[in-house]
């Protein structure tokens, strides 16, 4: 079944630390995302990437960082310059611009230790 | 200023008692307006997609309704299991513009 697949599912971080979230699709789906949500805050997009090896910072990119050398794979750092990364991370794709709606991975739960 | 506002912000009912969740735009140019079921600790789960006013979808005990600036979600005798949040997004005119979320509406559906 085609889908998408984001991991881990939980992942701990010490303070000072890069981690990279894995998200990736056989949808061929040709947009990918990366939002957080926090409570009460609903969805926030981080970055995201329309095309291979091109992508755009979303509306909370600081302390972001994105890779696109894959149609399939669209992966997320979160940099030690994020001040406060504790948060739940969902990966989405779509065909084409969104028109057609979203799906999303399972998301990670990130916390920092 | 928010672009989708849902309201409730969250919703307890009694197993039966029918209600409806709001999601309000004020982005001109709508292209689409999407519905998601969201579980806890999990991704959001598609439900509806409507693209012009007076559009209805249905879905179990879940109809979708789109005027020109609000859509409803209508939820007639829910049952437990319909406990969730339910997150409205937009798409509009504007280039590439990704979808811009609510922040959802926390529904409890009491036994």
């Known amino acids: 079944d085609g889908g998408i697949t984001q991991s881990p599912k939980y992942l701990f971080r010490k303070e000072g630390q890069n981690v990279t979230l894995s998200c990736e699709q056989n949808l061929n789906h040709d947009a990918m995302y990366w939002y957080r949500q926090d409570p009460g805050q609903g969805l926030r997009l981080i970055y995201y990437s329309q095309i291979v090896n091109d992508f755009q910072k979303g509306d909370i990119a600081e302390g972001y960082s994105v890779s696109r050398e894959k149609k399939e794979s669209f992966p997320l750092t979160v940099t030690s310059a994020q001040k406060n990364p504790t948060a739940f991370y969902l990966c989405?794709?779509?065909?084409?611009?969104?028109?057609?709606?979203?799906?999303f991975g399972s998301g990670t739960r990130l916390t920092v230790v | 200023e928010d672009q989708v506002t849902q309201s409730p912000e969250a919703l307890r009912l009694q197993e039966g008692e029918s209600s409806s969740l709001n999601c309000s735009y004020t982005v001109s140019g709508l292209r689409g307006l999407f519905w998601y079921r969201q579980d806890p600790g999990k991704g959001p789960e598609f439900l509806f997609t409507l693209y012009s006013a007076g559009e209805e979808k249905e879905k179990e005990r879940l109809k979708a309704t789109l005027t020109k600036k609000e859509s409803f979600l209508h939820i007639t005798a829910p049952k437990p299991e319909d406990s969730a949040t339910y997150l409205c997004a937009v798409h509009y005119y504007s280039g590439n513009t990704p979808l811009v979320f609510g922040k959802g509406t926390r529904l409890s559906v009491i036994a």
């Open positions: 989405a794709s779509s065909r084409g611009q969104g028109v057609y709606g979203y799906t």
